[in-house]
């Protein structure tokens, strides 16, 4: 009897170790599908799967589909940076035998299992004994190689330990497919926007360029003033979108080659508010319009559409206005070579409270200087 | 001693129930988190919740923000469309509480809980009994709530119920998350390229609503010949994108009222090329392309720009080439009124072979057909 009841209490606590990590499993897959963002998402998988294996580090292989070459894309432990310089081939190193096979593979001494690639290891310094490799797939697809790495309890992982990382692979896979469709939507929508751009630009040879560069320039004020992520993204489309109501400005005088007429400037004057009314229906860039109407208001309230002044203009129209000008200063014309960007800085500088905001103006003269220290051939 | 054992027993079967609920609750999170699609992310947990708890039916009320309402948006059970045309104020009804209070909420006998409201009864018949409703949250905000209606077994939900449909639901509110900024992203993306097609029709008003009608078009041939929903989308953004090139083809060309010089005239045969070069740096949109680039050719070969025939010219750009000419022909132009439905089918139908892909234009009057019957007051 005593014996029956020893074996019944093993039994139970057997299963109380299975409910905990169950109910711990649980609470990961919750964790890794919080985002869409791909980088979180596997920093999140590595992390959960060394936790919940109890291993010394883990990595995350994810398959290039034209080269045919699994790349480390993430790593936990010490060596992280090293080992994302490393591909494999399919079939080469123990993710490559999974990747080729599609099937979970442990090893408890790598050292005895001519499978194993040291190329890794050589790299990083790091020291493999113990490995567990589970495929992640997409259905029968096969979309990369999770790893965990040494064992601390003991070096056998257990049949317990593979279906933990079976499961969490199946979620994974899925949360990585997913965090990819969303970033080639978003890469598709600013491809898009980036190719209108390039097509405007394109009917004047003299502003090739124009939106890309001033989408870095006004990046750069952007990252100066500490901006929100999204305050960012609004900038960079708004650099990328200021110009589009040009769409809408006859050719006769939007490229005319001599001086403008009064009248031909007013029609001119007009492409911030076509350009406005243009994204008004796309209620996503409700942020993005002020950039675009309001990039030619000037500080002092000499500018248009509306002779806004000061801090009435929007903050992403005055980060534009500086943006803009000092592309246009700096590129040739037909009729002029740019300006140098000693003397464009000065013009900038002269100018500040007049036509800029002083402060948009100090942080792209700051950013800049910050930026060519860090690469003085630029 | 017996007795002891007995308890032991009893303790196990409980553990092996509590184990086995999670091994399918962890099978449920995976399915719910196989797709970004909203309508299947909902149809999903419901399914899920109402096979967890074992319930006669299940549905999910979404928030709507700016009415401060909660709406129907999916039912299980038989009653599946009635119940989708009510909505709830906040406070009303136990989803009403539920959404109030932010806390799950069972009631064993809704007769007998002055919160509950007949509404939904009323409307679609069904006969509630017992409700166990719980609050779908993204951090400490309320997105919406899930219910599940009349335990099979005895009346009464378990605390083991709650805690699964709780667990349920956090991941759930998380897929409807994923799914609502997938969708947001998508709708972004064609009001942009919707609202460039307009701003290049803008520069000619005879050609004001061609793309959005054209889309229309394309689709229902899409339809008809059974493309896949992929291939739908790509047809979708060609009608849209088909005529992008005109931002390169100079407008005193584009624009002039009288006849075209031969000259002339093969600046604007350009501008399907053009569109193709616009778009060739997308690599989503490779797919489209030919669509754009091709919509200009003819099933006999006298088109352009390449002067392809037949099955030679891909699919998409034959549906493009029957419904921009269909477009062409029934709209108003400065010089002429547009043909009658009647006529242009039937030109439709003499150029069956000669300017169209014969196909394309029989699914085309099929479609059309079928549509007029079904909404005869069009």
Known sequence: MMNDEKILQEKISLLEDKLNIRERLIHALELVNTTLDLNTVLEMLMT????????????????????????????????????????LAKGEGIAGWVAEHG???????????KRFSKKSDRTTGFITRS???????????????????????GEKFTSEDIELLQTLSTTGALA???????QDLSDLFISAVRAIADAIEAKDPYTRGHCER?????????????????EKRNVELSALLHDVGKIGVPERILLKDGKLTQEEFEEIKKHPVIGAEILAEIKQLKEVI?????HHERYDGKGYPEGLNGENIPLIARIMAVTDAYDAMTSDRPYRKGLSKEIADK?????????FDPKCVDAFLQNYAKNAKYSPKR
């Open 103 to 113: 099937q979970p593979l442990h090893i408890a001494d790598v050292s005895k299992d």
């Open 48 to 87: 959960i799967a060394n936790q919940l294996i109890d291993t010394e580090a883990s990595s995350i292989l994810l398959m290039d589909e034209e080269k045919g070459q699994l790349y480390f894309t993430a790593a936990t432990g010490t060596k992280k940076d090293e080992i994302k310089k490393i591909y």
């Open 347 to 355: 013009e900038l500088v002269r100018l500040k409270g007049q036509q």
């Open 176 to 182: 990585i497919q997913k965090a990819r469709l969303y």
């Open 290 to 294: 002020p950039g675009v109407k309001y």
């Open 214 to 230: 001033m989408r870095h320039f006004s990046l750069m004020i952007a990252e100066e003033l500490n901006l929100s992520e999204k």
């Open 131 to 153: 490995i567990l490799a589970v495929p992640l797939k997409i259905e029968d697809k096969l979309i990369g190689v999770v790893e965990v790495v040494n064992k601390k309890k």
